[in-house]
């Protein structure tokens, strides 16, 4: 697991730290949990608007060429969303990034919760089919290939399904070290 540090704040070093503590332990709990394996991980901690910045460069990379309104759209919905959130999934092409609010982790408890989550993701994302399926989807949503209703409707239920699950992991948390 990587880590790299987009923007520092107060709690960069802190935060660095519990990261490095725990984050293979959280990875092999999630992916026990799941039955799958963790891919390589690259975590950067930044702020709200880099989380956004960092999931659109990933998604874009997987989804190909985008024109540059549908860009734009994404990068505003993505920069109100992403403000308010602790962290992002996305697969980039040779694993999967978690992108973390540094802003949103004052205490670590919240931290072991979060990447325990988003590790969930990352095994999610990893299990055979789910990769070319995620990048379909993207490309559906950058308008790159059209899809039925029917097809988004069934992977929008796949990722809440998948979010449930994630959300379940967060119980694991208390098996990590310093609980």
């Known amino acids: ?15 660095e730290d519990r990261i490095r503590e725990i984050g293979d332990h959280a990875g092999k709990l999630a992916a026990q949990r799941i039955g ?21 460069r990933a998604d874009l990379s997987l989804a190909g060429h985008v024109n540059w309104r549908r860009r734009a759209v994404d990068r505003l919905i993505g920069d109100w969303h992403a403000r308010h959130a ?7 092409p040779h694993g999967a990034l978690v992108a973390i609010n540094e802003a949103m982790h004052r205490d670590l408890g919240e931290l072991d919760r979060t990447l325990i989550h988003e590790l969930g993701h990352t095994v999610q994302l990893n299990q055979p089919g789910a990769r ?13 290939t059209p899809h039925s209703k029917t097809d988004q409707r069934e992977y929008e239920q796949l990722m809440d399904t998948r979010e449930t699950q994630a959300a379940n992991l967060e119980a694991l948390a208390r098996q990590l070290p310093g609980h």
């Open 132 to 144: 070319d399926r995620h990048i379909a989807y993207l490309r559906q949503q950058y308008g790159i």
């Open 36 to 56: 799958s394996r963790l891919p390589a991980v690259e975590v950067l901690l930044t702020d709200g608007r880099g989380v956004a910045a960092a999931r659109q």
């Open 86 to 92: 602790c962290a992002a999934t996305s697969l980039t």
């Open 1 to 15: 697991m990587n880590i790299t540090i987009d923007r520092r704040g107060r709690n960069t070093r802190r935060i």
